[in-house]
């Protein structure tokens, strides 16, 4: 049954993600909360580990800031009592020019007393700072233009 339960608030979390509800989606958390996205920094400086609302609240707004829309389809969702894990394929679209990005994005929560203590996401670096430069990074590397 709680398995039941928290994938309900993992998805309601999602939802209010998406929608830019930083409010209802930090309500569904602990004040310690702890999220860390797998990212290189250096393209990426918003992402990587954070902790607090505070700081996961400005994390989340940057990235808004970038992105006009935010979607997801959860592909699968896997419960095993406080442990949320969550398969996605995430949809956003740049302010700047209106090009699509789509990637894929493991999510596991930790849920602590009915609220998320804990995310970490794991997503394919690689395709996403592709489509976030818009440039093939593959074809730099074998003409020999970008540095190791």
Known sequence: MIEHINKQRVRK???????????SVLA???DDL???ASAPIDIFPHL???RG????RQMW?????RYAEVRHEIKTMICEGDQVAVDL???????DNDRIVQYDLAAFYTLRDGRVARIREIMDTYDLVQQVLECDL????IAGTARP
């Not at 707004?61 to 800031?65: D, F, W, Y």
């Open 48 to 50: 990587g580990g954070r």
């Open 138 to 141: 593959s074809r730099l590397l």
């Open 61 to 65: 707004e940057t990235a808004r800031s």
């Open 53 to 56: 609302k505070a700081e996961v």
């Open 28 to 30: 569904h958390c602990t």
């Open 34 to 36: 702890e999220h860390f």
């Open 13 to 23: 979390l999602l939802e209010a993600h998406a929608a830019g509800d930083f409010d």
């Open 89 to 95: 394929r995430i949809f956003l679209r740049k302010r």
